[in-house]
């Protein structure tokens, strides 16, 4: 079974500039949550999406936003690059929506603001 | 709010040493709690977890118990590997399965 596929790995991008991020989640899962990952903040949650909606949603700016898809595919977008933004994203897929859903994560994508 | 504070690392340990990485929390209500591991270059696994009070989550030698009066959660390996070297979180369910996390504590283990 396929694990959870976050593409693309690296990406550069220069600050004011927008950039969009892709998951696929295990196939039959279809919950997707997204993480931002710093060295100063530690791990942070964005958002989670449930049969294409968003379930909930983590303390971040506008510029931050996401969406699934019908597949249960999701991506991320950040409008306005600033510094700060730069991060390892995590998505991670759950079969199931609840607190005791084990969450399988992707292996990151690693974008740098310049 | 929910929270959760983990030990500071670096652990620094020599194989076969006993292994302790505290964690305690802050939550409204009864979440699940977990542990995960992130190996270099890699995302996170999850490595074991508890859904109620007084239950022992159990993996790979690493266990784990739940302890509503103390709000604890602390990772314990009785005998270190070289290969458990990696970083480790512990996190709370959030709403949904959002999961709220420490900051993290690495382990390097050494022959």
């Known amino acids: 079974k396929a694990g959870v596929t976050q593409t693309p790995r690296y990406l550069i991008k220069t600050r004011g500039q927008q950039v969009t991020l892709s998951c696929s989640p295990i196939?039959?899962?279809?919950?997707v949550s997204w993480y931002q990952q710093t060295p100063g903040q530690g791990l942070q949650f964005l958002f989670e999406?449930?049969?294409?909606?968003?379930?909930n949603k983590g303390n971040f700016p506008g510029r931050f936003s996401g969406r699934q898809f019908s597949n249960s595919r999701s991506e991320m977008n950040v409008s306005t690059l600033e510094l700060g933004d730069s991060a390892l994203y995590l998505c991670?897929?759950?079969?199931?929506?609840?607190?005791?859903?084990?969450?399988?994560f992707g292996q990151g994508t690693r974008l740098t603001v310049v | 709010g929910n929270s959760v504070t983990q030990m500071e690392g670096p652990v620094t340990l020599s194989e076969e040493a006993f292994l302790t990485i505290n964690c305690t929390y802050t939550?409204?209500?009864?979440?699940?709690l977990f542990w995960y591991v992130q190996y270099p270059g890699e995302g996170l696994q999850l490595l074991l977890k508890?859904?109620?009070?007084?239950d022992k989550g159990s993996n790979k030698g690493f266990e784990a118990t739940y302890r509503k009066e103390t709000t604890s959660f602390h990772l314990e390996k009785g005998s270190v590997q070289v290969s458990d070297s990696a970083v480790y979180f512990c996190?709370?369910?959030?709403?949904?399965?959002?999961?709220?996390f420490g900051k993290g504590t690495t382990l390097s283990v050494s022959s």
């Open positions: 991670a897929s759950s079969s199931l929506q609840g607190r005791d859903t084990e969450a399988f």
């Open positions: 996190a709370l369910s959030g709403a949904g399965t959002a999961l709220i």
């Open positions: 508890a859904t109620k009070a007084d």
């Open positions: 939550a409204t209500g009864y979440p699940s």
């Open positions: 196939s039959g899962h279809r919950s």
């Open positions: 999406y449930f049969s294409e909606t968003q379930r």
